[in-house]
Structures are given as structure tokens and as C-alpha cells.
């Protein structure tokens, strides 16, 4: 019975979360016989409402690959700092030789940005927001570089809070 409470928990939270296939990576040992091929897949999960995880999994099926990199993105959830649609403030991630800039849009502008750092985003909740890729765009590295960037991001109040000062002194 304790079984069926956790599987249903897990049921729920699948039905919560929306996840994004990013990229998936085929792989070739070579054997006596020929070529074996593996697989692994970069996913992203999000609930739309400022939670988002990434995830690698590697196996010898796609969707096999798939299922794992999504449970494994469901236990690296963060918390993202959110103002209304957009995020608070300007930032840059940086993950090996990526970097990934980030700059506050207004409403209606939408998502500007490549096929990697939308699918984080979209499933973030963010909707309006101006990205740019600078350096290199390894699929690994630049979700990486967008999750440092994503983490970076914090509220006024909290930065007026850390400084001791109210949010009008800190926007003047």
C-alpha cells in the first residue's frame, strides 16, 4: 500500500510538470562485430510557474534516455526569480566556453532566443525576455550557462534587504 501512495505522488508530479526534449546525442562504440550505439538526451522540466530542472540520460534506446534524463531533471528543480512575464534584471551565465546573456523585456515582446535556451525558459514560465548565445553553442554547455545565468537572478527586495536600504534608495 505504501507502494501505490508513492506511485500515485510520482503520478501527480508528472502531470504538474512539463518537460522539453533539448537534444539528443547519438554515440558509437566499435566492437568486433561492428558498431554499437547508445544514446544520450538533454531534457528539461518546468511547471511553468518559476520551477525548472535539467537532466542528462544515457541509454541504448531514445526514449529509454528520455525517461531517465527527465527523472533526473525532476530532482535538480530550482526556483527562478521572476518579475511579472520577464526576469528583474540583466544577467550573463557562463558554463565552460559558453556564455548566455539575458535582458528584461516588456510585454508582448515574447521569447527571443535559440532553440536551447527557449525550451528552458518556456517551461520556466518566462515569456518575455531577450537572449543572445555568445562564444559557443555545445547544447550542454549553453543549458548550463543559461541555468548559472537563471540561479544569478534575484529580486529588488531581496538585494535591498541584503543592503540594508528600501527598494526606492536601490532604483534611484
Known amino acids: 500500500m505504501a507502494f501505490e501512495r508513492q506511485n500515485n505522488r510520482d503520478n501527480r508530479e508528472g502531470d504538474e510538470f512539463e518537460d522539453k ?22 531534457v528539461v522540466v518546468g511547471d ?18 528520455i525517461k531517465k534524463a527527465g527523472k533526473q531533471a525532476k530532482k535538480n528543480l530550482m526556483k527562478v ?17 559558453s556564455r548566455v546573456l539575458m535582458k528584461p523585456a516588456p510585454e508582448g515582446t515574447g521569447i527571443i532566443a535559440s532553440s536551447s535556451i527557449r525550451a528552458i525558459l518556456e517551461v ?14 555545445n547544447p550542454h554547455n549553453v543549458v548550463r550557462a543559461t541555468f548559472d545565468a537563471l540561479k544569478q537572478l534575484r529580486q529588488f527586495s531581496e538585494i535591498a534587504a541584503a543592503r540594508g536600504k528600501t527598494v526606492a534608495e536601490i532604483l534611484e
Request: glycine fraction near 16%; charged fraction near 25%; charge should be positive.
Open 21 to 42: 526534449v533539448i537534444h539528443i546525442n547519438r554515440c558509437a562504440k566499435v566492437v568486433k562485430g561492428g558498431r554499437r550505439f547508445s544514446f544520450a538526451a538533454i
Open 48 to 65: 511553468k510557474k518559476g520551477q525548472v530542472g535539467v537532466g542528462l540520460g544515457k541509454a541504448g534506446e531514445v526514449p529509454e534516455a
Open 81 to 97: 526569480s521572476m518579475a511579472g512575464t520577464s526576469i528583474p534584471h540583466e544577467v550573463v551565465g557562463e558554463w565552460g566556453a
Open 124 to 137: 520556466a514560465g518566462i515569456q518575455n525576455i531577450l537572449t543572445k548565445s555568445i562564444k559557443r553553442d
